[in-house]
């Protein structure tokens, strides 16, 4: 059981470089627009082990074909509390690598029902090459100079699922 749900969660994780928010996370996450953005929002849900469910929403900030930010609220909501104990400790150890990058802030939040994993990331001041180092150079999606192109990140969402509206 332990595999599948590893499993699982590798799919579900390899959305955090992609952002959202759902109705009910929207108001934690203070990130707003700045002038000359857009956004673009993405989002999946899935079903997992023990009638677990996963609600995966993301945002999208980018100028012209460039992104400058993105937040990811990914929940995973379960009645089987051991279920979620495995989701909470598999995310909290995910990002550990990550949690002395600035720019590239990440929360895990319990509740009796759920786990929320929150990821922002600030594309024009995070170090790509601190990224790079953990993630590795191949099947990444940074360009040359460190900047990741709005169509290759959305190109990334779909390839799991994702719809982006």
Excluded at 88 to 104: A, R, V, W
Excluded at 116 to 135: A, Q
């Amino acid at each position: 059981m332990k595999k599948i749900v590893s499993i699982l969660l590798v799919v579900i994780l390899a959305f955090f470089f992609v952002t959202g928010c759902d109705d009910d996370a929207k108001e934690d996450v203070q990130v707003k627009a700045s002038k000359g953005e857009s956004t673009l929002k993405c989002s999946r849900t899935a079903a997992g082990m023990n009638n677990a469910t996963a609600s995966l929403n993301y945002t999208i900030y980018y100028k012209g074909d460039y992104v400058t930010k993105t937040v990811s609220i990914e929940r995973v909501e379960s009645d089987d509390s051991s279920v979620l104990d495995q989701y909470e400790e598999s995310y909290n150890k995910i990002f550990i690598p990550y949690k002395d990058i600035d720019y590239y802030d990440n929360n895990v939040d319990r509740t009796s029902n759920s786990v929320t994993s929150t990821t922002v990331i600030n594309y024009e001041k995070v170090d790509t090459k601190k990224i790079l180092e953990i993630e590795g150079e191949n099947g990444n999606i940074y360009e040359e100079d460190g900047k990741v192109k709005k169509d290759t990140l959305v190109s990334f969402f779909k390839k799991y699922g994702a719809k982006c509206e």
